[in-house]
C-alpha cells in the first residue's frame, strides 16, 4: 500500500522559444524532489507536470520561474 497520491499540474510557461528551452525546463522540473513526469508543449507555451510529495505545484512554478521563464498555474 502507498501512501503518496500523484497529482498533475498544468502551466503556463512564458519567455521559452527554442528546442533549448524546453530542455531547460524538463531538466528543471525533473531536478524537483517529488516530481516524476514533465511533458513541455512548446507550441502552446505550457508544460504538465506529474509529481507526488514533497513537491508541490508552487514548488515547480517557482523552480520554473528561477531559471529564468515565467510561470502560472493553470490547473
Known amino acids: 500500500m502507498t501512501n503518496s497520491a500523484s497529482s498533475t499540474v498544468l502551466l503556463s ?31 502552446n507555451k505550457q508544460a504538465s507536470i506529474g509529481f507526488s510529495a514533497p513537491a508541490d505545484a508552487t514548488t515547480i512554478a517557482k523552480a520554473i520561474d528561477a531559471a529564468g521563464y515565467e510561470t502560472t498555474i493553470l490547473g
Do not use: P, Q, Y
Request: with cysteine; aromatic share 0%; proline share 0%.
Open 13 to 43: 510557461v512564458d519567455g521559452m522559444g527554442c528546442g533549448a528551452c524546453v530542455a531547460k525546463i524538463e531538466k528543471t522540473a525533473k531536478a524537483v524532489e517529488g516530481v516524476n513526469t514533465v511533458s513541455v508543449d512548446l507550441a
